[in-house]
T-cell receptor, first 110, second 117 residues
Framework: SQQGEEDPQALSIQEGENATMNCSYK?????LQWYRQNSGRGLVHLIL?????REKHSGRLRVTLDTSKKSSSLLITASRAADTASYFC??????????FGTGTRLLVSP | GAVVSQHPSWVICKSGTSVKIECRSL??????MFWYRQFPKQSLMLMAT?????????EQGVEKDKFLINHASLTLSTLTVTSAHPEDSSFYIC?????????????FGPGTRLTVL
């Protein structure tokens, strides 16, 4: 399977703490994207990082990409209860296809 | 950003019946849409790529005669689950790629939860 893996599978933190999720993938990519999914809902696009980029920021989000290790990380700083959701990385492997990682379930407690 | 809608948001049907799910791009035209399936507490798995005006491309292991895809216009793709069985119960999500400056971004519909009794 081409599917990427994410760790941890689940993460529980307190409000104000930072949350870090890691994604590993298997094939060469055009870009890597991170999405958030609230329980039973659709996906919200968070950030896209291209294969020639190493780091990208968007608000409280910081994404890194290491193509030599085929890995990426998503850092959410100063987390809030509203950040509670599942987070998925997705790799653009060409032909407009996205391959999703296994996901990290984040719980932020007040 | 671009908006993708799905209808219905949930459906319950009896085993053996067929169910149609619609995916619409509301404020842009999408020559390509994608259909995913997600089982509880699992990730999204791509089922097929829906191409406007031509046949869909199915991923390995997905039965094209069971999951019929029609992309009749630049804003509508439909997925029909034929002769549904309980194991087809899942969350079905579609997406479309933004044709504008954010062309690498896919926008996802809110999903359709199918329950087959």
């Amino acid at each position: 399977s081409q599917q990427g893996e994410e760790d941890p599978q689940a993460l529980s933190i307190q409000e104000g703490e930072n949350a870090t999720m890691n994604c590993s993938y298997k094939t060469s990519i055009n870009n890597l994207q991170w999405y958030r999914q609230n329980s039973g809902r659709g996906l919200v696009h968070l950030i896209l990082i291209r294969s020639n980029e190493r780091e990208k920021h968007s608000g409280r989000l910081r994404v890194t990409l290491d193509t030599s290790k085929k890995s990426s990380s998503l850092l959410i700083t100063a987390s809030r209860a509203a950040d509670t959701a599942s987070y998925f990385c997705a790799t653009d492997v060409g032909f407009q296809k996205l391959v999703f990682g296994t996901g990290t379930r984040l719980l932020v407690s007040p | 950003g671009a908006v993708v809608s799905q209808h219905p948001s949930w459906v319950i049907c009896k085993s053996g019946t067929s169910v149609k799910i619609e995916c619409r791009s509301l404020d842009f035209q999408a020559t390509t849409m994608f259909w995913y399936r997600q089982f509880p507490k699992q990730s999204l798995m791509l089922m097929a790529t829906s191409n406007e005006g031509s046949k869909a491309t199915y991923e390995q292991g997905v039965e094209k005669d069971k999951f019929l895809i029609n992309h009749a216009s630049l804003t509508l793709s439909t997925l029909t689950v034929t002769s549904a069985h309980p194991e087809d119960s899942s969350f079905y999500i579609c997406s479309a790629r933004d044709p504008g400056p954010m062309a690498d971004t896919q926008y996802f519909g809110p999903g359709t939860r199918l329950t087959v009794l």
